[in-house]
């Protein structure tokens, strides 16, 4: 059995289609979205759509949840922007859609899919510290929980007591060990930030307990075109090609 896993969409119409037609192509036997579904990028109405046709399994992230209602007061004027434009291009089904959506789901309670980290929704495991903390914390409170799915900082990130993997800029399989609890964030589909522009997803195949990272090249330049023309600030434009 084959899961398709990615999150960090953020409205990025011409990646989620590239990704999905990968998923398609490797026959994938349930999708998961690890949540931000919509916010940076200028398609989120058509991303939800696609995302509900093909019946993939969501929960919500931060950016989904600001859209829908609960907007965090720290949060920085061109995401507020692009927040009020979401809300704008969203219909009422599409935002009951967003606002219905779960902060986690489990599969068969062995495999975990959160947006932040485990402890918390908005977590960010953005250190050595915070990944332990957290692996101790799955050891302890949720011992049956083999792998995590996260998302959140935009790092294809493979993490355990055994092993750190960051270096996952191209396409690559990681034989995972069933000795050990794992934390994996399969990095963003529409806004990767690790220097690496080219779009991120993973295949998870539970029989050999293995993970193939792909990273794909999608069209950037439309996406960016359709940044600017929606009058959104040129900076989120600017990065997707840098990959930060
Ligand atoms: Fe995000």
């Given at each position: 059995m084959k899961f398709g896993i990615f999150g960090?969409?953020?409205?990025n119409l011409e990646a989620l289609s590239t990704v999905l037609d990968l998923m398609k192509q490797e026959k994938v036997d349930q999708i998961f979205c690890l949540g931000d579904i919509v916010g940076y990028n200028a398609n989120p109405a058509e991303c939800i759509e696609l995302l509900r046709k093909q019946e993939v399994l969501c929960i919500s992230g931060n950016h989904d949840r600001f859209t829908s209602g609960e907007v965090?007061?720290?949060?920085?004027a061109e995401t507020r922007q692009v927040i009020e434009y979401t809300r704008r291009a969203l219909s009422d089904d599409q935002m009951d859609f967003i606002a219905s959506l779960p902060e986690e789901r489990s599969w068969q309670d062995i495999f975990l899919f959160v947006h932040g980290s485990p402890r918390h929704k908005d977590e960010y495991i953005n250190s050595l510290q915070v990944a332990r903390s957290n692996l101790n914390l799955l050891r302890r409170e949720k011992p049956y929980v083999a792998i995590c799915f996260y998302g959140h900082t935009h790092l294809p990130y493979v993490i355990s007591s055994k092993e750190i993997i960051t270096d996952i800029h191209y396409t690559k399989t990681i034989e995972l060990d069933k000795k050990f609890t794992y934390l994996i964030n399969t990095g963003s589909?529409?806004?990767?930030?690790?220097?690496?522009p080219l779009a991120s997803c993973a295949i998870f195949d539970i029989d050999q307990h293995n993970i193939t990272y792909y990273r794909l090249k999608y069209d950037i330049t439309t996406t960016q075109k359709k940044i600017i023309d929606n009058g959104l600030d040129p900076k989120l434009a600017s990065r997707l090609e840098k990959g930060r």
């Open positions: 960090d969409i953020h409205a965090d007061a720290v949060i920085r589909v529409g806004q990767p930030r690790d220097q690496c």
